[in-house]
T-cell receptor, first 113, second 112 residues
Framework: DQQVKQNSPSLSVQEGRISILNCDYT??????FLWYKKYPAEGPTFLIS?????DKNEDGRFTVFLNKSAKHLSLHIVPSQPGDSAVYFC????????????FGKGTRLSVIA | EAGVTQSPTHLIKTRGQQATLRCSPI?????VYWYQQALGLGLQFLLW???????NRGNFPPRFSGRQFPNYSSELNVNALELEDSALYLC???????????FGSGTQLSVL
């Protein structure tokens, strides 16, 4: 049973436009959500996170939105740059529990110049 | 500050052999996590060590095992290798349990 789902395996966006990556989760106990970016031959790197007490968190060009009732979060990248081309993983955890981060399968973003 | 380091970078084994993968966490981090990324799949949680103890393990057979040493470095052992064990094995560390994870670059294991 996949608790964190990224239903779009890939996404292509033109440089300068907005990239929107989506993530759905099924476990209502999740209360901490993160996005990671992964380039080929490198480990994932942390991008941005959000706690369930908030519905939005912003860091520069990156904004994460959380809709708890829909069990849905999204990552917005504005404006998109060619260097943003990577695989993006959504992850979730129960902040106070012994369950480690649960990752989605990832979405490959291609930003076209 | 050095990041999470993993060795070897690549490992080629044949079916039935054993593989040992190593990980050194960021200095001061006590939690070490192991994830498997098989082709086309996301990161599947394997094992979590904290303060030398196994805290949780994912849905993998017992031939996947590991340990954490007093200096918080960790080893992942895979016995009786099968073809489907071919994957990228990622190690991560965190300062406190379940905090933001910092990943190494991984060990690419190929089983022939």
């Amino acid at each position: 049973d996949q608790q964190v789902k990224q239903n779009s395996p890939s996404l292509s966006v033109q440089e300068g436009r907005i990239s929107i990556l989506n993530c759905d989760y099924t476990n209502s106990m999740f209360d901490y959500f993160l996005w990671y970016k992964k380039y080929p031959a490198e480990g994932p790197t942390f991008l941005i996170s959000i706690s369930s007490i908030k519905d939005k968190n912003e860091d520069g060009r990156f904004t994460v939105f959380l809709n708890k009732s829909a069990k849905h979060l999204s990552l917005h990248i504005v404006p998109s740059q060619p260097g943003d081309s990577a695989v993006y993983f959504c992850a979730a955890s129960v902040d106070s529990g012994n369950t480690p981060l649960v990752f989605g399968k990832g979405t490959r973003l291609s930003v076209i110049a | 500050e050095a990041g999470v380091t993993q060795s070897p970078t690549h490992l080629i084994k044949t079916r039935g052999q054993q593989a040992t993968l190593r990980c050194s966490p960021i200095s001061g981090h006590t939690s070490v996590y192991w994830y498997q990324q098989a082709l086309g799949l996301g990161l599947q949680f394997l094992l979590w060590y904290d303060e030398g103890e196994e805290r949780n393990r994912g849905n993998f057979p017992p031939r996947f095992s590991g340990r954490q040493f007093p200096n918080y470095s960790s080893e992942l052992n895979v016995n009786a290798l099968e073809l489907e064990d071919s994957a990228l094995y990622l190690c991560a560390s965190s300062l406190f349990r379940n905090e933001k994870l910092f990943f190494g670059s991984g060990t690419q294991l190929s089983v022939l």
